[in-house]
């Protein structure tokens, strides 16, 4: 049988297999951060084990951390010990650590790519799930516990069992002003948040071809959101563009990256078509990333769900985020606008957001904040002057880390704010007890804050 | 890790789809550097209504948890079998799970029954009919049973299996490759 992708990346990082047990696979990248990582030093400490790799283990500090001025000390006490822990783990274990003071801090999977630590052909582990991030790149790489975190610390291996595959063929293009999100949003539309679970996702097509490295990582982070284990894109000159030159990928093994596809009649366990020219700008309504509507449609009622649990769970849904059935989307006013996350806080999604904000201010009854997903980010944002683009409009400009996608630092919405988000999760209570969340791309994020309500960002008259 | 072979316990029904783990233990709680103080934050937001499943008298001590299908999507906080587990929780009955949750709970001692749909309303129906009502798990003969007379044989992957029942460190495991682990290094530098 002809290779996948996902074949060739998974065969050549077998360290062992046997039958009736997982395979131990090779890992080339470890990133951890302050979160799940301190039980996992604890337990290296406990059985006197080392990490065997330092040199292929890269801390940062984004999770928790403010997103305000950073030359104040953490205000939360118990948030300022993970920080110092990881500092101390680093240090004892000689892993290197960009601070939260360092020039490269930043959202584990911003920072990666930026980098050049994530590159074709890797194998990359996190503790966090978002780590499908950096699939973008043709490299398996996925989320996991912080168990795991352990295993790979003390062996820089990992027993595995072998996923299924899926590919997602993408027919025709994107229209203007539908971008990657609105493609990932609309594939777990099509197939479900559990749609993808124990399969590995490879989307291909001229669609997924003609994204930026910045559109791949925001289509490839929200594999998890479909239940995949990871997601990828055979890399190609987009791919060897974005890396060239940056810190530990100046040159790269261009010539084996090129192998790093799928066979013609590579043979996937499942295969999902989406016709992209088909798509619109989505807005989720309910409190599940696949309960998603095209901006032009209404929010569902719960009566025309398919089974019994549909309809309770749209109507528990419908509930908490204090919506009608019927309800057109545009109609929705916001109170909060939240552009950032390790989905779409990339200098293109910036770009994107602040192209639809200049020359507006942002509607009196919204607050609105933009955190760039990494201080390399920002900076680069500020010698365009996006920032002045954003203070202008009324935006908050922040530092670098996670902020509002999970609320674990400050920012958080107040209980039964309204938000238009370009994060990834929609849960309940996910950025702020009884905070409702609407999950869109940066564009629609940046309209919506402007006008008060969300709107098709098709019809926009840039300024 | 502790081992789990035989468990019989009392059983709540969380009838919802996709408990995703930022309702099993919520971001604000992840702060903690330790691996225990979870479980009195478990499902903290759903607890504060008095209707919750957990906040009935009769679903008091539970330690077997049925619940609808793709629980423990999100994120991978491991946070999340922590406090289940901590909260007395040993096995889990579900139509399906997300894969990170899965590998969560191995690794911690508890255990995610996958069932169908059909056995898991079964189930979620009787913990709800009948006061009381008590499942035993078995992981060696690899069935779920009630004392009127439900008895489901379930399927967990072999190697999963027997870590479980021996509660073994499989990082320990991993170690006794270390030849293989150093030629691999040594073949892909």
């Known amino acids: 049988m002809m290779p996948t992708l996902f074949d060739k990346l998974w065969q050549s990082h077998v360290v062992r297999e046997a039958r009736g047990e997982p395979t131990l696979l090779y890992i080339d990248l470890h990133l951890i951060h302050e979160v799940t990582s301190p039980q996992a030093f604890d337990g290296l400490r406990q059985e006197g084990r080392k990490v065997r790799r330092p040199d292929l283990t890269f801390g940062t500090v984004d999770h928790n951390v403010p997103t305000t001025d950073r030359s104040l000390p953490i205000a939360d006490a118990v948030a300022a010990n993970q920080v110092e822990t990881l500092r101390r783990n680093c240090h004892d274990f000689g892993v290197q650590l960009y601070d939260i003071n360092s020039p490269e801090q930043g959202i584990v999977h911003v920072i990666g790519p930026e980098l050049g630590l994530t590159r074709p052909g890797m194998t990359i582990v996190c503790g966090d799930s978002h780590t499908s991030t950096h699939g973008a790149f043709g490299a398996l790489a996925f989320g996991i516990g912080t168990s795991e975190v352990e295993h790979v610390l003390a062996t820089q291996c990992l027993p595995q ?184 806080a990339r200098i293109e999604d910036l770009r994107a957001a602040a192209r639809v904000v200049k020359g507006y201010r942002i509607n009196s009854s919204v607050s609105a904040m933009v955190v760039p997903g990494s201080q390399e980010v920002k900076r680069v944002a500020e010698r365009e002057g996006l920032d002045r683009i954003f203070h202008e409009a009324g935006f908050e400009w922040r530092e670098a880390g996670c902020s509002m996608c999970l609320g674990m630092n400050a920012d958080i919405l107040e209980p039964g704010e309204r938000c238009a988000s370009t994060s990834n999760r929609n849960f309940e209570g996910r950025q702020g007890r009884g905070g409702r969340t609407h999950l869109v791309s940066p564009m629609m994020a940046a309209a919506a804050a402007i006008k008060g309500h969300f709107t098709d960002v098709r019809a926009w008259e840039f300024k | 890790m502790n081992a789990f072979i035989k468990h019989t316990g009392l059983v709540a029904p969380l009838d919802r789809a996709n408990v995703d783990t930022d309702q099993i233990i919520p971001k604000q709680f992840l702060k903690r550097i330790e691996r225990t103080g979870f479980g009195e934050f478990l499902f903290y937001d759903w607890r504060s209504d008095p209707a919750f499943v957990l906040n009935q008298p009769r679903y008091k001590g539970a330690s077997i948890l049925v619940a609808g299908k793709n629980f423990g999507c999100g994120s991978s906080r491991e946070h999340a079998p922590w406090a289940l587990g901590e909260f007395g929780f040993r096995a889990i009955l579900a139509p399906s799970f997300a894969d990170i949750f899965t590998n969560n709970c191995f690794k911690n001692g508890m255990l995610p029954i996958t069932l169908t749909t059909e056995q898991v309303e079964e189930i979620m129906s009787r913990a709800q009919q009948h006061e009381g009502y008590e499942l035993t798990v078995d992981l060696e003969r690899q069935t779920v049973e009630d004392s009127r007379g439900l008895s489901i044989l379930f399927v967990v992957s072999e190697f999963q299996r027997y870590c479980l029942l021996e509660g073994l460190d499989d990082i320990g495991l991993t170690l006794t490759h270390e030849a293989l682990i150093r030629e691999y290094e040594l073949s892909h530098r």
Request: aromatic residues 6%; negative net charge.
């Open chain 1, 161 to 344: 069992n072998k996923p299924l595959t899926m590919k997602v063929e993408t027919r025709g293009s994107l229209p203007e002003g539908v971008t990657a999100k609105d493609l990932a949003l609309g594939i777990i539309g099509q197939i479900g948040t559990d749609g993808a679970t124990g399969c590995v996702i490879e989307y291909a097509g001229d669609a997924v071809r003609a994204l930026s490295m910045e559109g791949r990582m925001t289509l490839c982070n929200m594999s998890i959101e479909a239940g995949a284990r990871a997601g990828m894109i055979a890399p190609d000159e987009t791919t060897f563009a974005y890396l060239k030159g940056r810190r530990f990928s100046p040159e790269g093994d261009v010539n084996y990256w090129k192998t790093l596809r799928s066979d013609d009649d590579a043979k996937f366990d499942r295969v999902v078509e989406i016709d992209a020219s088909q798509l619109e700008p989505f807005v989720t309504w309910g409190t599940s990333p696949g309960m998603v509507v095209p901006v032009t449609s209404y929010v569902p009622d719960p009566a025309d769900a398919k089974s019994a649990a549909d309809r309770q769970a749209a109507e528990r849904a419908l509930e908490y985020m204090a919506l009608k059935p019927r309800t057109h989307i545009q109609e929705i006013a916001i109170d909060r606008a939240f552009i950032g996350s390790c989905t779409n």
